[in-house]
DNA sequence: TTCGTAGTTTGACAATCGTCGTAGTACGAC
DNA sequence: GTCGTACTACGACGATTGTCAAACTACGAA
């Protein structure tokens, strides 16, 4: 966390990548992981923003962060607060335009390891 | 290496994943590391069967075999022998068949990245 | 058979990763 | 204000990873 411009504590302004810094290892290893796959997955098949809080994910809170952490920084995700709640959501676009069909492939596969 | 069968010395007989064990998190976090995804974007644009020698990766030896082991045990490239040289090519139909559209979309975004 | 080439195996090392619990912070509701 | 909820930060821990050098194996050629 180099640049917290203003006056509020670091975790409340969440650092996003611009799309055009986003890199390909970063994204694929982000997706590489079990629970961070099934946030993926979550976000694009469920609600399109979605608390942390409505994953339920098998691990403890505090790892929940990190993994939601790893996806932000990698460029994966976008996220802003609603009230206490953090809220996601996958950056489709983005991720279209850095990398074409990418996203859609693993999204595609994941559902069919599922489903 | 569980079961090598016949007579030959473990590593002449390298193993490799069926088309449909492999795993989408093996292949991605396979896919995740700079050296491996040089390599593999050498076998899609190069020549379709390469020798390890002719990649003139920038680590030693031994950690050459890693990453070429590690690309065909996610079921990323497959291995033989010719003569004392190890050919690596890459799984294109097989990985098309279980992640459509997945390796096409990385082979993009890593061949951006270059040129 | 001897030699060189190509790759593997082993063991080591530092660095990173996924995990947790504890403590702390920000916000909404009361 | 106080309380509860939702999340973050900070160590800490064991496991995995990428790296190497050294010793070894398999094959082809001289």
Known sequence: MPESVSGTVSGRRPTHPETSR?????????????????????LADGHDDMACVAFDLPVSKSTSTHHF??????????????????????????LE?????????????ERARRG
């Open 69 to 94: 952490r790893v996806l932000r920084e990698a460029g994966v995700i976008r996220q802003y607060y609603e009230g206490t709640a953090r809220m996601s959501c996958l950056r489709v676009a983005d």
């Open 97 to 109: 335009e850095r990398f074409p069909g990418l996203l859609t492939a693993v999204l595609d596969a």
């Open 22 to 42: 986003i890199r390909l290892e970063t994204v694929l290893s982000a997706l590489a992981d079990p629970v961070r796959l099934s946030i993926v997955g979550a």
